[in-house]
T-cell receptor, first 113, second 113 residues
């Protein structure tokens, strides 16, 4: 049981490039989400999914796309990277959408130059 | 949506003293309140949580209290140790916010030996 696995751990992008952050969980969790963490701003929700085929926007969705074709995977796509997207990204999952805590991946450090 | 405020942003205590971190939330329908500890370069990890039908929960040196009327909850760490030094995040999850987690901005706790 690996939990929540994120790749890559570190990435440097040039402005305008696109990339995908991968996230997979092996706990059969229905709920998956992506957060970004910036100094002094805590964790902010980007996108989330309550099950395969269902996604929705969080607090800061602009510039990001997601899809959920399987229960296990929830990739985050940066369409055209901007320096403002320099951040630490965390994928998270939980058993359900009511009252259960979430488990985080190890994080992906992204720098856009 | 939900708004979670966390104070203080930084906290220094002498080893053996107690530390208290406070959070307020805005959505009266929020019903689950976890606390996470994040060490430098690591993922946030759950340390304690409380549900809205409980006023207090304790786990060894860590306790959380919830005041639903005032919409605030607090983390109490007693007999602090240097290994308690980390950033602590509170969060709230509730029905009126699509069961999403909203996080406070974090408290950087330093325990001075």
């Amino acid at each position: 049981n690996a939990g929540v696995t994120q790749t890559p751990k570190f990435q440097v992008l040039k402005t305008g490039q696109s990339m995908t952050l991968q996230c997979a969980q092996d706990m059969n969790h229905e709920y998956m989400s992506w957060y970004r963490q910036d100094p002094g701003m805590g964790l902010r929700l980007i996108h989330y999914s309550v099950g395969a085929g269902i996604t929705d926007q969080g607090e800061v969705p602009n510039g990001y796309n997601v899809s959920r074709s399987t229960t296990e995977d929830f990739p985050l796509r940066l369409l055209s990277a901007a320096p403002s997207q320099t951040s630490v990204y965390f994928c998270a999952s939980s058993y359900g959408v009511s009252g259960n805590t979430i488990y985080f991946g190890e994080g992906s450090w992204l720098t856009v130059v | 949506g939900e708004n979670v405020e966390q104070h203080p942003s930084t906290l220094s205590v002498q080893e053996g003293d107690s530390a208290v971190i406070k959070c307020t939330y805005s959505d009266s329908a929020s019903n689950y309140f976890p606390w996470y500890k994040q060490e430098l370069g690591k993922r946030p990890q759950l340390i304690i949580d409380i549900r809205s039908n409980v006023g207090e929960k304790k786990d060894q040196r860590i306790a959380v209290t919830l005041n639903k009327t005032a919409k605030h909850f607090s983390l109490h760490i007693t007999e602090t140790q240097p290994e308690d030094s980390a950033v602590y995040f509170c969060a709230a999850r509730g029905r009126n916010t699509g069961n999403q987690f909203y996080f406070g901005t974090g408290t950087s706790l330093t325990v001075i030996p």
